[in-house]
């Protein structure tokens, strides 16, 4: 079953489930990105409740955010550790990006969780970082509205195009676009590490790079990805030089 089958059948709890796992930092196979643009893209056409789905996606990201700092607090501190790595979240970066929320508070955490290819370090960082609660889940909040915002404008925007170039198309052509914008999205993703780390190894920027395309796909996303060195990976840079 597709995505669009399986949001035709399970509607708006089904775009709550995924997003609450994804959250938490179950790696499920679908952009997060893609499931705010498909959520958007169908209440535009009626399918779904606008207010109800952005709510649904928040409450979403804010829980499934605060299980995954407490987690990462917790039991989930030796995991992230361990096997964080084929996501790109390693040590160093969650060290970097610990230290940089610390000194910048609220908004400082809200632009790091509304940033693509940060926002999976950020959340663990935080954790690791031992930010308090509250601040973390007011900066959480911030960042995940400014993020839904964004993709919802996006999805309304770009919805009633993608339904007229659809209805031109099969199932079948539909899915095989989906798939290779998913495909260039990665190959995208992989480009933008290999440039801000070119002494990383393939396996490494791999892993960073299949993190962020985690998280997002789409273009703006990607732009947003292209300077994240200038928030995240610059000061380690410096510091090793």
Not at 20 to 29: D, R, T
Not at 35 to 53: C, D, E, T
Not at 137 to 154: M, P, Q
Request: some cysteine.
């Amino acid at each position: 079953m597709d995505l669009e089958a399986f949001l035709d059948t399970y509607g708006l709890a089904a775009i709550f489930g995924i997003m609450l796992l994804k959250s938490i930092g179950v790696p499920i196979p679908i952009p997060a990105d893609v499931v705010m643009l498909a959520a958007s893209a169908r209440a535009v056409s009626g399918r779904l409740n606008l207010g109800a789905a952005f709510v649904a996606l928040l409450v979403a990201l804010a829980v499934g955010g605060v299980i995954q700092f407490s987690l990462v607090r917790g039991v989930g501190r030796g995991l992230i550790l361990r096997y964080g790595r084929f996501l790109g979240i390693t040590a160093q970066r969650l060290e970097a990006v610990a230290r940089r929320l610390e000194k910048g508070g609220v908004l400082g955490i809200g632009l790091a969780i509304l940033t693509p290819g940060v926002r999976s370090v950020a959340v663990p960082a935080c954790g690791l970082a031992g930010i308090a609660l509250a601040r973390f889940t007011v900066g959480l909040v911030v960042g995940s509205v400014v993020f839904l915002a964004l993709h919802f404008f996006l999805g309304a925007l770009g919805g009633s195009l993608l339904g007229q170039i659809g209805q031109g198309l099969s199932p079948t052509m539909l899915l095989v676009a989906v798939i290779v914008l998913l495909v260039v999205g990665f190959a995208v993703w992989y480009v933008i590490r290999r440039r801000q780390h070119p002494h990383d190894s393939p396996r490494e920027v791999l892993a960073a790079a299949a993190g962020a395309w985690h998280e997002a796909t789409c273009p703006v996303c990607l732009a947003l990805g292209a300077v994240e060195r200038l928030q995240v990976d610059l000061p380690v840079k410096q510091r090793t030089h």
